[in-house]
């Protein structure tokens, strides 16, 4: 009677009970690419996943496709400086000094120089290009080195980031 009992139970369980399949709809989305005087911007998308809703602090939902949320400020063509990446401080009058190109554009800036181990070797507020490659007066080993620099217009900053290549 028990095992009459429980697949009684069992039959009756798998009866009611119903799996719902779900399958996103995928879409292959093509790209382009757009040209002005400062910029080429390329972009490929891909496949899309077609969701129902979404909630988080990344991403939107937009048309039922899941996008990126555009960031808290971007770049514009008159908020662009232009870092040297190659240093020579050998007194050649030639990339002598780390160059950073149309920092007067902007009111406030701050220099961030680290080495691969994260070690901050120099760090100044409004820059004046006149970092020759140096720790403390000591001169740097042949390098790359990494920076980050904060840009501030307007009230609104900017970060931008690169690397340094460091030859003597």
Known sequence: MK??????F???????CSA??????????GGGSFTNSA???EWNIGELALV???VTSKVSLTNGFLQPLP???ILTPNLYVVATNILTPNADGSNDTWIIRDLDRYSENEVTIID???RILYKVKNY???WKGDFNGNPLAEDTYYYILSLKKNNQTAIQRGFITLIR
């Open 39 to 41: 910029y080429v911007f």
């Open 71 to 73: 960031p808290l400020f």
């Open 52 to 54: 129902e809703s979404m």
């Open 116 to 118: 691969r181990g994260g």
């Open 128 to 130: 004046q290009n006149d």
């Open 20 to 29: 719902q399949r779900i399958t996103p709809s995928v879409i292959n989305a």
């Open 10 to 16: 069992l039959c009756l369980v798998t009866l009611t």
């Open 3 to 8: 095992t009459f009992l429980l697949v009684s």
